[in-house]
């Protein structure tokens, strides 16, 4: 890229489309969390289901794809709650919603995914602890609590 | 990286260290926002002070340098409030301060950054609205709101 003095630098960054993340509520008020191992950080991590929109998805299609693959829940109502942008390096937007969710009959089980529930408040405790870290498990979290998402 | 079935496959990431990034505030409880052009995205995005800790630095040694270079403010206290990892395809953690500020007497213009004042509530506002959406930014304003840090 170029700037206006006629200097020129080089900008890494990921090439990617669109992204979504489910804050998924069951009706006793715990949210899905999904635990996967990232290889950058070496270690297991807590997130939200979600993904990559594929061709011809809407946002809110592939958030409940995904919500289904990965969790076996599923929704009638995927509201959108926000979005955000990983960072400089990335030009991934990644939209989130916020559902409630209910069992699915059928589950695909090949998605290595693991799921565990948790209160919102707990959540956001471990979250300002840097127990939990991912950055859309930890904007969801937040943005369902300030707009007060589960007191409707 | 392999799985336990034998099956291998490629994962690309990023390569990184740590980084900082800085909710500041001033007295009258303003939050400083910088401007910076993203070129993945190809637009102006507003931000929050921050960058890369450079060898030998503690991650708040790391967080003045840039609130100072970035802003031209200083601090005497930095509060860590918590901190996150990007994404899937990132090993970097982005830890985040809290700091009232002032005017730093000398300021080194050669930053090419521009600031920007907000009311948190406003910026909030504009987050859950999807108008501001970098990840540090988003996650430093929503937990300075929900830690009550501006009401000490």
Not at 12 to 19: E, L, R, W
Not at 79 to 103: C, H, M, N, T, Y
Not at 123 to 133: K, V
Request: charge should be negative.
């Amino acid at each position: 890229m170029g700037f206006a003095d006629g200097t020129t630098c080089e900008y890494v960054y990921f090439k990617s489309g669109g992204t979504v993340a489910i804050a998924a509520f069951t009706d006793d008020n715990k949210m899905i969390l999904t635990k996967q191992y990232r290889h950058p950080l070496q270690k297991v991590v807590y997130d939200i289901p979600g993904g990559a929109i594929e061709a011809g998805e809407m946002p809110s299609q592939a958030a409940l794809r995904e919500l289904e693959e990965e969790t076996g829940y599923t929704t009638e109502k995927l509201e959108w709650i926000g979005k955000f942008s990983r960072g400089p390096s990335s030009q991934a937007i990644v939209d989130l919603f916020f559902a409630r969710v209910r069992r699915k009959g059928s589950f695909n089980k090949n998605e290595m995914v693991q799921v565990e529930m948790i209160d919102l408040d707990s959540l956001i405790q471990r979250i300002s602890d840097g127990e939990c870290f991912d950055a859309a498990l930890t904007i969801a979290a937040l943005l369902v609590s300030w707009k007060k998402l589960l007191d409707k």
